[in-house]
């Protein structure tokens, strides 16, 4: 799927806030950067295989985190 450079802030935009991880973290752990996100923020382009492991933690990610609006399962008396 090809993505614009603003839709590729967008995706990291909305994994922070729905991830609470702090932005410095997620740049350490993406890209070994503590400046990734805000140099994003501020027109840094990533190159495509950078921009393929970002993209690749982040479903990553959402695929490991419990669905919110997902039934939780009944609890059953002991």
């Known amino acids: 799927m090809m993505m614009t450079v603003g839709e590729f802030l967008q995706r990291v935009e909305d994994h922070l806030s729905t ?5 410095t973290r997620f740049g350490i752990t993406v890209a070994n950067d503590p400046n990734f996100v805000r140099d994003l923020r501020s027109g840094r382009v990533p190159n495509l295989e950078l ?3 970002v993209i690749a933690h982040i479903k990553a ?5 419990p669905l919110a609006d997902a039934p939780s399962a009944p609890e059953v008396a002991a």
């Open 51 to 53: 921009a393929g492991r």
């Open 19 to 23: 991830s609470g991880v702090a932005p």
């Open 61 to 65: 990610a959402e695929e490991a985190a």
